[in-house]
């Protein structure tokens, strides 16, 4: 990783940014009953309706490095815990731009969200990833974030 600092600021007009990096959400080998295409119409229309209707527990970041590229997002939401009821501080997408993979961006987005947790009085920031996902649960794995539940899935015939 090299030494560049990211600044991390709140998504303004970065909407086509943002959507053109939802292909990166399934670059990988996805479970046999997932379509690629649903999973990208289905992330860009969930994404599209945070980014346009803003919701209050809702919070998208852009990350730009030192010459004002940008070359990442997280999108954050405050939610509620099952089991305790406290706030947690959910990660619902990250990804960062392929060619600034490695520079440390989404460590320096990761760490961003843990500050916004403790702003926030969150109990945990939590996380869905892909089985197939190698790079993101590296990544995730290295932040710290250990398995918490386990979603199975079947499909019905």
Sequence with gaps: ?????????????????????????????????RKRHECIEGIRKDL???LDDQPSNSYVFVAEN?????VGFIHLQKTQDFFTGRANCHISDLAVVPRH???GVGKALIEHA???A????????TLAVFPGNERAKALYEAA???LDLLRMAKPVH
């Design 114 to 116: 843990m500050e916004w």
């Design 48 to 50: 599209s309706r945070h």
């Design 118 to 125: 403790r702003e926030h009085q969150c109990q945990l920031v």
């Design 66 to 70: 030192d010459d004002g590229d940008r």
């Design 1 to 33: 990783m090299s030494d560049t600092h990211f600044l991390i600021r709140l998504a303004e007009d970065d909407d086509d940014f943002i959507l053109g990096l939802v292909p990166r959400f399934v670059d990988f080998s996805l479970p046999a009953w």
């Design 101 to 103: 993979e490695g520079q």
């Design 144 to 146: 710290g974030f250990n």
